[in-house]
């Protein structure tokens, strides 16, 4: 009997290591490798073709990061195999005029106005507004990240190349929103940034996130961050362009802002905060030793379609701050001067 059952559970691994390979093999798909043999040639061309001929809209056609599979990605493959540089169909979102911009080694990135206010609910982020609670938090102005810290600058500011993980199963692009970084990486990188810039960024707090996400002083009590159709704001299960499961990231900044123009505070991934604890408003209070785990707040390119009704569940998930988790980022604070 025991004999058996150690028989079945070594075919089941082989089985499983055959279908979910460990190492180098289990990481994500090449850029333009439609075939896919982890390399890139002109039969990978061909085979987009195909693929558009049969109309397969599949994650790893959309080569040049639209969001769309069609022609575009065929002459972006082709010049890719010419010059060996790709050229992505991204537009940056437009930066507004009380926006301040900064530029570290050639990746430049805005960061937004969020003007203060007094009796702020800390749970839902509105004023004057016990629904999720009655105690309340005030704060000064202070600047949001316009979008989610791409590889972009994620490598400009610690030195290293773009390097692929195990969540998003297509290599991704300088403009997709890093992930699978801990909250200690976050740390790391906000230390270099401060550095680099002579300023003090740092991972907002719960309470500024919140108010933030609802707009600030211009909130509309919108739903979702910006509007009441999850499909205008974030990318979900229900609305992804072609099917991928989950672990799909896209580039920042392709859905419609909020009303302060902070883009993808729902979807794409999820973002860290300073802590853990909503009633400190803007006090930026280290966690103690004790403090194990750390707030990563917005909704996941992993959450599941029926969590798009349901808005607390686009808020707040619990992780180890030492940990790395797939589909979790940051976003950059800033105090006003």
């Known amino acids: 009997m025991e004999r058996n059952i ?35 040639t002109i039969e990978d061309v061909v085979s987009l073709i195909e693929h558009l001929l049969l ?18 990605d065929v002459t972006t493959l082709i010049d890719y195999l010419l010059t ?43 004023q004057n ?22 590889y972009a600058l994620w490598s400009a500011v610690m030195g290293t190349p773009i390097e692929p993980t195990l969540t998003v199963p297509i290599e991704p692009t300088p403009m997709q929103p890093v992930e699978c970084v801990s909250w200690e990486n976050c740390q790391e990188f906000i230390s270099r940034l401060n550095e680099l810039t002579g300023r003090e960024f740092h991972l907002p707090t719960v309470a500024q996130w919140r108010w933030a996400k609802r707009g600030g002083i211009h909130t509309q009590h919108y739903l979702y961050a910006g509007s009441n159709d999850v499909d205008e704001v974030a990318w979900v299960l229900t609305n992804r362009p072609y099917p991928f499961g989950s672990g799909l990231t896209f580039p ?18 999820r973002e860290y905060t300073h802590n853990c604890i909503a009633t400190q408003g803007d006090e ?54």
Request: aromatic letters at 12%; proline letters at 4%; one cysteine or more.
């Open 6 to 40: 150690f028989t079945k559970a070594a075919i089941a691994l082989l089985l499983w290591v055959s279908l979910f390979p460990f190492g180098a093999d289990a990481m994500p798909m090449l850029r333009g490798d439609i075939i896919p043999d982890n390399k890139i």
């Open 55 to 72: 109309d397969m809209n599949e994650a790893r056609c959309d080569v040049n990061a639209d969001a769309k599979v069609d022609i575009n």
């Open 84 to 126: 060996g540089e790709w050229d992505y169909g991204y537009t940056a979102p437009e930066i507004p005029d009380n926006a301040e911009v900064f530029t570290v080694n050639g990746v430049t990135f805005a960061m937004i106005l969020v003007e203060g206010a007094d009796n702020i609910s800390s749970y839902s982020g509105y």
């Open 129 to 150: 507004d016990s629904t999720y609670g009655t105690k309340f938090v005030s704060m000064g102005d202070f600047y949001m990240g316009q979008t989610e810290v791409t």
């Open 252 to 269: 920042v900044g392709m859905k419609k802002p909020n009303e302060i123009g902070l883009y993808d505070m729902n979807g794409n991934v």
């Open 284 to 337: 930026l209070v280290e966690p103690g030793p004790q403090d194990y785990t750390i707030e990563a707040m917005g909704g996941s390119a992993d959450d599941a379609a029926y969590y798009a009704g349901e808005i607390i569940y686009w808020e707040t998930m619990d992780v180890n701050k030492g940990g790395r988790y797939g589909l979790v980022g940051m976003r950059l604070a800033l105090q006003k001067d």
